[in-house]
């Protein structure tokens, strides 16, 4: 029952694992992104390719990862890959900027916009988003500090409804408010004949960003080396089907042009059916996402930095577990603080740009371990491997190349800066291994 490395109770079984990976994923992206993507692309067709497509590309990106965990099953996910495989600089850099930017951005940003709809549903004023943002980060802490029981209870009953908003988001959608409607949603839009393709992926693999998460809780994952490339397999259909379905119902009833002017599609087709009451209920179930996501992406950051903290990489108090409810409280509450700190800053938005792109920049470089470990263990027994090999592995990390090419190109500034947090990190690991005691490999 207990990682015989770490500490940590292997208590997460598949249904755990499966809406981990989900909870991980379905944020607040497919409720705001699909205008931007509409926007970017000719015809409700191209759309759904986008989406279909990026959702393969990241099923792809989940089987490789799906290997690694099978192969390494312990806490830490990508940081230990990236140790392991190219020495601890790299995993290093991983940890340095998931703590700044990646996980703690998102979960500000996040956060942001779970008090916004809070405020809505409630009718506060605009000044209470921050506070409800900050209480939000701290009641993650919470729920957190006494066991990963408790927390995945919480986490499955967040996912489970967030699941829920979107079938009814659906049903609205396809059976009700698009009933009759004879908007050609298929057709192309003649104010878009001329928009690039590759642009429309960003906002859309934002919004599958998270299919990592699962590989940072693995050292609670029961039958790990079975249960967790399932999960991750599992997870992801079931998350490319809700997006697939969730555009249609979009198209559906606004049209493409309809959807490339919208902000808030899910609004506009709720209160199509239900009027201002039918807003305010998918604004609820917009709140319970991003409290959701907020949620696993803190809990499993907060597995990096324990593991770090063990490693030698960070602070040896971050990396010890509670001698009862083996958690890494410590870990848990420095990545919540500098959450709430980015709230309080403002910069959460621009933060946001930086944590996408580096976020997927850091999967592409966690699934070339891959080839490092087929490479040096050849002859070692794994219960999952990457069918195709290695064309998925290729595949993910040129296509993720392309994209970051294109994030250059279109957001040369902020893709900068988030290159210039990473590479800040050298000579912070340089100091780190001369003023304190050397990193154990």
């Given at each position: 029952m207990t990682s015989p490395a770490t500490g940590y109770q292997r208590s997460l079984r598949l249904r755990d694992a499966a809406l981990v990976v989900i909870g991980g994923i379905i944020g607040g992206g497919i409720f705001l992104n699909p205008g931007i993507a509409a926007q970017r692309t000719e015809s409700g067709l191209a759309l759904l390719l986008v989406w279909v497509g990026a959702g393969v590309l990241t099923l792809l990106g989940a089987l490789c990862y799906a290997e690694l965990g099978a192969r390494r099953p312990h806490a830490g996910g990508s940081y230990v890959y990236l140790r392991e495989a190219f020495g601890p600089l790299a995993g290093f850099?991983?940890?340095?900027?998931?703590?700044?930017?990646?996980?703690?951005g998102s979960s500000a940003a996040v956060a942001t916009i779970f008090a916004s709809y809070a405020a809505s549903v409630f009718g506060l004023p605009a000044a209470m988003a921050t506070p409800l943002a900050v209480g939000a980060l701290a009641l993650v802490a919470l729920i957190n500090l006494f066991g990963l029981k408790f927390g995945v209870q919480m986490q499955n009953l967040f996912t489970l409804l967030k699941l829920l908003a979107v079938a009814v988001l659906v049903v609205c959608g396809l059976f009700l408010a698009g009933v009759g409607s004879g908007t050609p949603w298929l057709a192309v839009d003649p104010a878009r004949s001329d928009v690039g393709f590759m642009s429309a992926a960003l906002p859309v693999l934002f919004a599958y960003s998270g299919f990592t998460y699962l590989?940072?809780?693995?050292?609670?994952?029961?039958?790990?080396?079975?249960?967790?490339?399932?999960?991750?397999?599992?997870?992801?259909?079931?998350?490319?089907?809700?997006?697939?379905?969730?555009?249609?119902?979009?198209?559906?009833?606004?049209?493409?042009?309809?959807?490339?002017?919208?902000?808030t599609p899910a609004a506009e087709v709720m209160n199509k059916v239900f009027g201002p009451a039918g807003a305010k209920l998918i604004a609820v179930g917009i709140a319970i996402s991003t409290f959701g996501f907020c949620n696993i992406t803190l809990v499993a950051g907060a597995r990096v930095l324990q593991v770090m903290g063990a490693d030698g990489l960070f602070f040896a108090s971050v990396g010890r577990l509670h001698p009862r409810h083996h958690t890494p409280n410590l870990a848990l509450l420095l990545l919540v603080g500098w959450s709430i700190v980015l709230v309080l800053s403002g910069s959460y938005g621009q933060?946001?740009?930086?944590?996408?792109?580096?976020?997927?920049?850091?999967?592409?470089?966690?699934?070339?371990?891959?080839?490092?470990?087929?490479?040096?263990?050849?002859?070692?027994?794994?219960?999952?491997?990457?069918?195709?090999?290695?064309?998925?592995?290729?595949?993910?990390?040129?296509?993720?190349?392309?994209?970051?090419?294109?994030?250059?190109?279109?957001?040369l500034?902020?893709?900068?800066?988030?290159?210039?947090?990473?590479?800040?990190?050298?000579?912070?690991?340089?100091?780190?291994?001369?003023?304190?005691?050397?990193?154990r490999s």
């Open positions: 850099l991983f940890g340095w900027t998931m703590l700044l930017v990646i996980y703690s590989n940072n809780l693995a050292g609670e994952v029961k039958e790990p080396q079975r249960t967790l490339p399932r999960a991750l397999v599992l997870g992801m259909l079931g998350v490319i089907a809700a997006y697939a379905l969730v555009n249609v119902a979009y198209l559906a009833v606004l049209g493409h042009d309809g959807l490339a002017h919208s902000r933060l946001l740009d930086y944590a996408t792109f580096g976020d997927w920049l850091a999967c592409a470089i966690g699934v070339g371990t891959l080839f490092w470990y087929r490479h040096r263990q050849q002859h070692e027994t794994v219960s999952f491997r990457v069918p195709g090999y290695p064309l998925p592995p290729l595949i993910f990390i040129a296509t993720i190349g392309l994209v970051v090419v294109q994030s250059l190109r279109t957001s500034v902020n893709t900068g800066i988030g290159l210039a947090i990473m590479i800040a990190g050298i000579p912070v690991y340089l100091v780190w291994r001369r003023v304190f005691h050397p990193v």
